[in-house]
């Protein structure tokens, strides 16, 4: 699953990686804020709805668009 964010820094990241806590460990989730895109990647074995995801992210107040 990839998903671009508009992520800018490391507070953001770990912004998004907590509103996602609820539905995998923080430590599965990575976000590349090198890429242009700020692409969101899942590492886990059960991977969560990408609705479920997109909804998260915004919830915490960021974009999320799916790649």
Known sequence: MKIKT???CAGCSAAIKK???TLAPAEEWEIDLT???RVLTY???D??????VV??????GFQ???L
Not at 55 to 60: D, K, N, Q, Y
């Open 6 to 8: 508009n992520a800018k």
């Open 19 to 21: 509103a996602l806590s």
């Open 35 to 37: 890429s242009p895109d």
């Open 43 to 45: 590492t886990g074995s």
């Open 47 to 52: 991977e969560p709805s990408v609705d479920a």
């Open 55 to 60: 909804a998260a992210v915004r919830a915490a």
């Open 64 to 66: 999320a668009e799916i």
